[in-house]
């Protein structure tokens, strides 16, 4: 079935560092990608998402690319702030499915002023 | 701003006691979902629903049932809590079409002891 595949945490960077999170998936269809953010003691919030191939989801200086000849969709952003500290989660929706969201594992960045 | 609201962040509740979780969203969205995340285990789908009445199970439905009366609301229950049902629990909802991704709720941190 389908499924995502991020890096493993945890990840410590200083502030304004660049970040990268990878995330690939394996999919039989045409998904669309999401990231989501998660701060301490909260839900997910929905951070930036991409529906189709070579799109570029963008939001709060943080942005990923929908790479399907690399099956990736790889989280960057270039200068990180500590209120950036958060669990990050890559997923896939089957865009004909809306019950098939498949989530990653989740990574834990910490940023160190 | 849309929401999905949680009627509770925190819970303790005694093994054996019948336990509700509450979940309205103000979106008018058709599909709900509850998960559950713990540590290292990542977000587990329990059951969602796609229409009002209408429930399907997800990865770990035992010991959980839901009830969907009204569109705009999707209670979990749990039957008899158990110690190992204590957990952040996750609601989120979604309109039909695979690319809008999930809103979700704050999440209540459920202890049975």
């Known amino acids: 079935g389908d499924s995502v595949t991020q890096m493993e945490g945890p990840v410590t960077l200083s502030e304004e560092a660049f970040l990268t999170i990878n995330c690939t998936y394996t999919?039989?269809?045409?998904?669309?990608l999401f990231w989501y953010v998660q701060y301490p003691g909260e839900g997910l919030q929905l951070l930036l998402k991409?529906?189709?191939?070579?799109d570029k989801g963008s939001n709060k200086g943080f942005e990923a690319t929908y790479r399907k000849e690399t099956t990736s969709f790889h989280l960057e952003k270039g200068s990180v702030q500590v209120s950036d500290s958060a669990v990050y989660f890559c997923?896939?929706?089957?865009?004909?499915?809306?019950?098939?969201?498949?989530f990653g594992a989740g990574t834990r960045l910490t940023v160190k002023p | 701003d849309v929401k999905v609201t949680q009627s509770s962040r925190y819970l303790v509740k005694r093994t054996g006691e019948k336990v509700f979780l509450e979940c309205v969203q103000d979106?008018?969205?058709?599909?709900m979902f509850w998960y559950r995340q713990d540590p290292g285990l990542g977000l587990r789908l329990i059951y969602f629903?796609?229409?009002?009445?209408?429930?399907e199970k997800g990865d770990i439905p035992e010991g959980y049932s839901v009830s969907r009366e009204k569109k705009e609301r999707f209670s979990l229950i749990l039957e008899s809590a158990s110690t190992n049902q204590t957990s952040m629990y996750l609601c989120?909802?979604?309109?039909?079409?695979?690319?809008?991704?999930?809103?979700f709720g704050s999440g209540t941190r459920l202890t049975v002891v």
């Open positions: 979106m008018d969205h058709e599909n």
């Open positions: 629903s796609y229409d009002v009445k209408m429930k």
């Open positions: 997923a896939l929706s089957d865009q004909g499915n809306n019950n098939d969201m498949r």
């Open positions: 989120a909802s979604t309109p039909t079409g695979g690319v809008y991704g999930y809103t």
């Open positions: 991409a529906t189709k191939a070579d």
């Open positions: 999919a039989t269809g045409y998904p669309s």
